[in-house]
């Protein structure tokens, strides 16, 4: 049976937020949304940095704390892994880094952003799955909204916040 890669159990999409959003706004989303961290984006769409627990945490009791910003607290630079390695040596890897999350980067017309990351949260899902079926919603090959649906859902969810019909 060949390896599992990261590939097969990364997440296509990668939660992201600018340089300029509140970091009590990013704590409700990784809570809500039970992910690691986001990246931070440049004014290119090219990630930057990298808020997670750790960031947050770090930033926790400073009296200023609900003023920060993701750049005030980010961890510069975006952990990469490629898609194409052993899920064992991508944890390794992780472990050796001190980093719970990495990301596989996209290059679209020079601008380099990250489109799929892997988590250790992947890693575990992966340990316990007691199937392959558990894990149908991970890597590549899993189903995902059309890019047109995501923004109909988006849309839908912004008119019904704001009392449109």
Request: aromatic residues 4%; charged residues 25%; proline residues 6%.
């Amino acid at each position: 049976m060949p390896p599992t890669l990261v590939r097969d159990l990364m997440t296509v999409g990668v939660p992201t937020c600018k340089t300029n959003t509140p970091i009590v706004d990013i704590a409700r989303f990784l809570v809500t949304h039970n992910v690691e961290e986001m990246v931070v984006l440049g004014v290119e769409g090219e990630g930057v940095g990298v808020v997670g627990y750790e960031q947050l945490v770090k930033a926790y009791g400073r009296e200023d704390v609900k003023l920060l910003t993701a750049e005030m607290v980010m961890r510069e630079g975006v952990p990469e892994l490629p898609p194409d390695i052993p899920l064992t040596v991508a944890a390794q890897m992780m472990k050796d880094m001190g980093i719970r999350a990495a990301y596989m980067m996209h290059n679209s017309a020079g601008i380099i952003y990250p489109a799929a990351m892997i988590s250790y949260r992947h890693i575990v899902r992966h340990l316990g799955a007691e199937s392959e079926a558990e894990l149908k919603d991970l890597g590549i090959e899993a189903e995902r909204k059309s890019p047109l649906e995501v923004f109909t859902e988006r849309r839908d969810e912004a008119r019904r916040k704001a009392g449109i019909k």
